[in-house]
Nanobody
Framework: QVQLVESGGGLVQPGGSLRLSCATS????????MRWYRQAPGKQRELVAT???????NYADSVKGRFTISRDNAQNAVYLQMNGLKPEDTAVYYC???????????????WGQGTQVTVSS
Protein backbone atom coordinates (compact mmCIF):
# COMPACT_ATOMS: atom_id res chain seq x y z
CA GLN A 1 0.00 0.00 0.00
CA VAL A 2 2.86 2.39 0.77
CA GLN A 3 5.04 3.48 -2.12
CA LEU A 4 8.00 5.81 -2.44
CA VAL A 5 8.80 7.14 -5.90
CA GLU A 6 11.90 9.17 -6.74
CA SER A 7 12.14 11.65 -9.58
CA GLY A 8 14.45 14.37 -10.82
CA GLY A 9 17.46 12.33 -11.80
CA GLY A 10 19.25 12.81 -15.08
CA LEU A 11 22.44 13.91 -16.77
CA VAL A 12 24.17 17.03 -15.50
CA GLN A 13 27.56 18.62 -16.12
CA PRO A 14 30.19 18.82 -13.37
CA GLY A 15 29.48 21.83 -11.18
CA GLY A 16 25.82 21.71 -12.06
CA SER A 17 22.78 21.26 -9.87
CA LEU A 18 19.94 18.82 -9.64
CA ARG A 19 16.95 18.48 -7.34
CA LEU A 20 15.64 15.05 -6.47
CA SER A 21 12.14 14.48 -5.17
CA CYS A 22 10.60 11.55 -3.37
CA ALA A 23 6.84 11.30 -3.24
CA THR A 24 5.01 8.96 -0.89
CA SER A 25 1.63 7.46 -1.53
CA UNK A 26 -0.72 4.98 0.03
CA UNK A 27 -2.49 4.81 3.36
CA UNK A 28 0.04 6.65 5.48
CA UNK A 29 -0.57 7.87 9.01
CA UNK A 30 2.87 9.33 9.76
CA UNK A 31 6.33 9.53 8.30
CA UNK A 32 9.27 9.75 10.67
CA UNK A 33 12.87 9.93 9.46
CA MET A 34 13.50 10.22 5.73
CA ARG A 35 16.78 9.51 3.99
CA TRP A 36 18.61 9.53 0.71
CA TYR A 37 21.01 6.75 -0.19
CA ARG A 38 23.08 6.26 -3.30
CA GLN A 39 24.84 3.36 -4.92
CA ALA A 40 27.41 3.48 -7.69
CA PRO A 41 28.29 0.39 -9.73
CA GLY A 42 30.70 -1.83 -7.85
CA LYS A 43 30.30 0.13 -4.63
CA GLN A 44 28.29 -0.35 -1.47
CA ARG A 45 25.13 1.61 -0.89
CA GLU A 46 25.94 4.82 0.95
CA LEU A 47 23.79 6.91 3.26
CA VAL A 48 23.88 10.40 1.79
CA ALA A 49 21.57 12.42 4.02
CA THR A 50 18.99 12.03 6.75
CA UNK A 51 16.26 14.33 7.98
CA UNK A 52 14.28 13.66 11.13
CA UNK A 53 10.62 14.40 11.64
CA UNK A 54 11.67 17.55 13.46
CA UNK A 55 13.94 18.70 10.65
CA UNK A 56 17.33 17.72 12.05
CA UNK A 57 19.70 16.88 9.20
CA ASN A 58 22.83 14.80 8.81
CA TYR A 59 25.07 14.39 5.78
CA ALA A 60 27.81 12.15 4.58
CA ASP A 61 31.16 13.92 4.60
CA SER A 62 31.40 13.49 0.84
CA VAL A 63 28.36 15.69 0.21
CA LYS A 64 28.45 18.06 3.17
CA GLY A 65 28.23 21.66 2.06
CA ARG A 66 26.98 20.71 -1.40
CA PHE A 67 23.75 18.80 -0.81
CA THR A 68 20.70 19.86 1.17
CA ILE A 69 17.94 17.54 2.32
CA SER A 70 14.51 18.96 3.09
CA ARG A 71 10.99 17.69 3.61
CA ASP A 72 7.38 18.70 3.28
CA ASN A 73 5.50 17.09 6.13
CA ALA A 74 2.13 18.12 4.74
CA GLN A 75 2.81 16.04 1.63
CA ASN A 76 5.12 13.46 3.22
CA ALA A 77 7.74 14.23 0.61
CA VAL A 78 11.50 14.55 0.83
CA TYR A 79 13.90 16.41 -1.46
CA LEU A 80 17.60 16.49 -2.12
CA GLN A 81 19.09 19.65 -3.59
CA MET A 82 22.41 18.74 -5.15
CA ASN A 83 24.80 21.57 -5.97
CA GLY A 84 28.37 21.55 -7.16
CA LEU A 85 27.95 18.08 -8.58
CA LYS A 86 31.04 15.99 -9.22
CA PRO A 87 31.55 12.92 -11.40
CA GLU A 88 31.92 10.84 -8.25
CA ASP A 89 28.34 11.74 -7.36
CA THR A 90 27.19 9.54 -10.23
CA ALA A 91 24.98 6.83 -8.78
CA VAL A 92 21.46 5.57 -8.41
CA TYR A 93 19.84 7.59 -5.66
CA TYR A 94 17.27 5.92 -3.42
CA CYS A 95 14.68 7.42 -1.14
CA UNK A 96 14.11 5.72 2.20
CA UNK A 97 11.62 6.45 4.94
CA UNK A 98 10.24 5.17 8.22
CA UNK A 99 6.49 5.09 7.68
CA UNK A 100 3.55 4.23 9.89
CA UNK A 101 0.91 2.79 7.56
CA UNK A 102 -2.78 2.95 8.29
CA UNK A 103 -3.82 0.07 10.50
CA UNK A 104 -0.27 -0.70 11.61
CA UNK A 105 0.97 0.32 15.03
CA UNK A 106 4.65 0.09 14.17
CA UNK A 107 6.85 2.16 11.88
CA UNK A 108 8.06 0.25 8.84
CA UNK A 109 10.97 1.04 6.56
CA UNK A 110 10.35 1.57 2.84
CA TRP A 111 12.53 2.10 -0.21
CA GLY A 112 11.94 3.80 -3.50
CA GLN A 113 12.98 2.25 -6.80
CA GLY A 114 15.84 4.67 -7.37
CA THR A 115 16.64 7.41 -9.85
CA GLN A 116 19.82 7.65 -11.90
CA VAL A 117 22.07 10.66 -11.50
CA THR A 118 24.92 10.97 -13.97
CA VAL A 119 27.49 13.76 -13.69
CA SER A 120 29.54 13.98 -16.86
CA SER A 121 30.85 16.42 -19.43
Amino acid sequence: QVQLVESGGGLVQPGGSLRLSCATSGSIVRVDAMRWYRQAPGKQRELVATISAGGTTNYADSVKGRFTISRDNAQNAVYLQMNGLKPEDTAVYYCNADVRPRGVIAYLNYWGQGTQVTVSS
